[in-house]
Nanobody, 125 residues
């Protein structure tokens, strides 16, 4: 079982930045896990934002966030990050950290097994 706890959401002006954190806990290491961030705005489907293998390798981003968001991890803290720069009015949502065992980075929520409780990001214009 894996537990994921997000933090770092809040209110920011358009054009500003936020960094989300996700602390992962569970038995063993996360080397065999794929980690991701999704977001869900009111009345909308949950959508893929970014993902990567915990152990390294390619990172994958949604087209809407490429060049603005960066997914990374700090191994000794078991923490996944999402650095969000140049936030836009279309970015507000609840952001979720997620994990699955595997190699590839899927973009469908049902492909991920473990989810955090989410953290709210609000952007003011």
């Amino acid at each position: 079982q894996v537990q994921l706890v997000e933090s770092g959401g809040g209110l920011v002006q358009a054009g500003g930045s936020l960094r989300l954190s996700c602390v992962a806990s569970g038995r063993g290491t996360f080397d065999n896990y794929v980690m991701g961030w999704f977001r869900q705005a009111p009345g909308m489907e949950r959508e893929f934002v970014a993902g990567r293998r915990w152990s390294g390798g390619n990172t994958v981003y949604a087209d809407s966030v490429k060049g603005r968001f960066t997914i990374s991890r700090e191994n000794n803290k078991n923490t996944l990050y999402l650095q969000m720069n140049r936030l836009q009015p279309e970015d507000p949502a609840v952001y979720y950290c997620t994990a699955r065992i595997g190699l590839g980075v899927p973009s469908t929520p049902s492909d991920f097994e473990f989810w955090g409780q989410g953290t709210q990001v609000t952007v003011s214009s």
